[in-house]
């Protein structure tokens, strides 16, 4: 136990990092001054808990006094900062207006200025120097957090379970705090199954908050109960809703609420879409070393919220209402949320391989996704990697980082027509990837998890090997499903826009359509879901962001 002076004792503390300062500056007494006329201020005493674990919370500038913020664990507390006079709290989750993951205690009584969140806001949009230390110390804040893997939520789960693997992507890829540990690996699981009276056939479980067990939980149960998700009023009808939250959903959200237009985020998943699960994007422009996909989706989650724009993650869009305007979108929780003009950046799927038991290895021997959250399952082992584009080369290069081998599969003959040249060179000089080109999975077998892979190269017999592990990241499945008719397909199921639109597609002597828009007047797609699109990350971020142009035109008409 260790103690900080004042008769409370922790577990322990955070270690200090190499950007303490940036992470926890000390505002000037001019910037205190300009912040006053946004808060009001508030006597503390001693002892006094200002927010607890899920709680949504506003911006506390210390004045005087101080205030503690401790991680609650199972174990008990884990002290994270002391904010003295001069410094403020908060981390992402208090830009966002949802339920943060710390504790905030009044250690010595004083005196705090509170900013709301609306405030906040206003103060992030019109001041760019207190807009810049604010949001570097909240992403920053955040990311320790992760990295502590302490908190009061803790997921218990099996190595050999998609489940499992589901809520460990789920709460990664929203950048949300928590404490893995799985039955396979780790005894002190036995001891919480005890304490909570829990079954192994119950598992994946999540504690949530240390006090709620939740039994495998559905991703939107998840999110309810962790406060990830704004209160927002479904009664208003917005100027725009964007379904989807990839690269070009996020980008047409940040541009669009940046403008002044009342925009809703409505996401299935996880924010990033695609882009979200690749290891590192490097030829992005503007980051020379590279930037993760995880990391990218983050910082444009923030930049869209500090703009004002609302965000629904976990949040089903069921079926679109085209048939009047305003134009409207039921969710699978039965709400439905109406606005003016509507962009569809829902995105693609990676496609199936068709292989008798492929459905039963998903999560357990096959993903879509090479993140550390799947190289955990993969240790040193040998691994495939099946598509020819760059997210292949990417994840091949990003696994073969830490596994014994891969195996790069490809149906064509080469990977000039749809790979990055630099990473073709950085494949054929990694002596831990094979490249088999003109090559296919033949067969997949194994018991409760992928154990063998058989496969054929032109011209030459089968070949089998004991290899646990397949990342296929081959061809796109739009996801347009949820359309209801409503909107033009081409015979894959992409949306088609602008000029690509037939004639009978169009209503009599309707307007031309925008480049982006749809046959439905006022309803866009962009990114991977739109028929003709270029399926890089810039591209996705270059229509989403041009879109939001063409949406003007249209409310303004």
Known sequence: MTSEGNGKSYIAQLPQSSRQPQMYPKLAPAQLSRLEAHGNKLATRAGQVLTEPGERHPMYVVLSGSIEVVQVSLKGEVLVALHESGSFSGEVSTLRGVGGPVRMRVREAGEVLVITETHLRMIVQTDPE??????????????????????????????????????????????????????????????????????????????????????????????????????????????????????????????????????????????????????????YLGFPTGISGLALAARALIQAQKFGAEVRTAHCALRLRCERQPYAIESAHGQVVCAKTIIVATGAEYRQLSLRNESRFLGVGIYHAATSTELRRCGSSEVIVVGGGNSAGQAAVFLAGTCQHVHLLVRSQGLAASMSQYLIRRIAETTKITLHLTTEIQSIDGDEHLERVTWKTAQREPESRDIGHIFIMTGAV????????????????????????????????????????????????????????????????????????????????
């Open 130 to 283: 207190l807009s810049e230390i604010f949001l570097r110390a909240y992403i920053l804040r955040r990311t320790r957090l992760i990295d502590s893997q302490s908190g009061d939520v803790v997921l218990l789960g099996l190595t050999h379970s998609k489940d499992t693997l589901r809520l460990q992507q789920f709460l990664t890829r929203n950048t949300f705090p928590f404490v893995n540990l799985e039955l396979d690996s780790d005894p002190s699981v036995c001891e919480l199954l005890d304490r909570f009276h829990i079954k192994v056939e119950d598992l994946p479980v999540v504690l949530c908050r240390s006090t709620v067990v939740l039994k495998n939980p559905s991703n939107e149960e998840l999110a309810a109960c962790l406060g990830m998700n704004q209160h927002i009023d479904d009664e208003r009808v917005r100027d725009l809703i964007v379904v989807g939250a990839g690269p070009a959903g996020l980008a047409a959200a940040v541009y669009a609420a940046s403008e002044g237009l009342d925009v809703l985020v409505l996401e299935t998943g996880t924010p990033g879409g695609q882009a979200g699960s690749s290891s590192k994007i490097e030829n």
């Open 478 to 557: 739009p996801s347009t499903n949820w359309l209801n008719g409503c909107i033009a397909l081409d015979k894959r199921g992409f949306i088609r826009t602008g000029s690509d639109l037939e004639a009978e597609d169009l209503a009599p002597q309707s307007r031309r359509p925008e480049f982006l828009e749809t046959n439905v007047p006022g309803i866009f797609a962009v990114g991977d879901v739109r028929f003709g699109s270029v399926k890089r990350v810039a591209a996705a971020v270059g229509e989403g962001s041009a879109c939001v142009q063409q949406v003007h035109r249209v409310l303004d008409a």
